[in-house]
């Protein structure tokens, strides 16, 4: 997206996208979100990698953001990877395969989850309920917590992804 494009402008003015019980209004239109700039299976996107060598025990070699291709192999939910790291994915050799790619990476968030700890970063559990429209129109609430194996993994990955951003910026004196 170019600076000063409409598209910026449009971004600059909601600043975020918006999620209520029976819509949503995004940041920037559907056309874009959730096409171009969306993350779907089989499809090639453009991206900015955040790539870091980490061992095992959470410590960290070397970080690198770079511009990339990415293809997007498949979309996992939660309950997938929850039940892929609970059972090994036994039911085919491909999900086998994913649940050893998994477990090494939840391995290594949990790694460096302990060294965040260790370092002061508190731990908040909490469960989240967030109201849902069915077809008749009627609300109820749903709940789900956020200390899971897939969504903890998420998580950790993403706050390595943050730090790694503002190590960045700071190194390179961007104001963020």
Do not use: C
Request: aromatic residues 8%; proline residues 4%.
């Amino acid at each position: 997206i170019k600076s000063d494009s409409i598209l910026d402008e449009e971004a600059k003015h909601r600043a975020t996208s918006l999620y209520f019980p029976d819509a949503k209004i995004p940041m920037f239109p559907a056309s874009f979100s959730e096409d171009v700039a969306s993350l779907w299976e089989g499809k090639t996107r453009l991206a900015v990698s955040f790539l870091v060598e980490v061992s095992r025990d959470g410590v960290i070699f070397s970080r690198r953001i770079v511009p990339s291709i990415i293809r997007v192999a498949r979309k996992l939910s939660y309950d997938f990877v929850d039940n892929l790291l609970e059972n090994g994915g036994a039911d085919s050799h491909e999900n086998r395969m994913l649940a050893a790619m998994l477990g090494d990476a939840w391995l290594v968030a949990s790694s460096l989850e302990k060294v965040r700890l260790a370092r002061g970063a508190i731990f908040i559990s909490r469960r989240e309920v967030f109201p849902v429209v069915d077809d008749n129109g009627h609300i109820r609430l749903e709940e789900w917590q956020d200390d899971t194996p897939a969504r903890k993994l998420v998580s950790e990955l993403m706050v390595l992804a943050n730090e790694t951003g503002a190590l960045y910026a700071m190194d390179k004196g961007i104001p963020l």
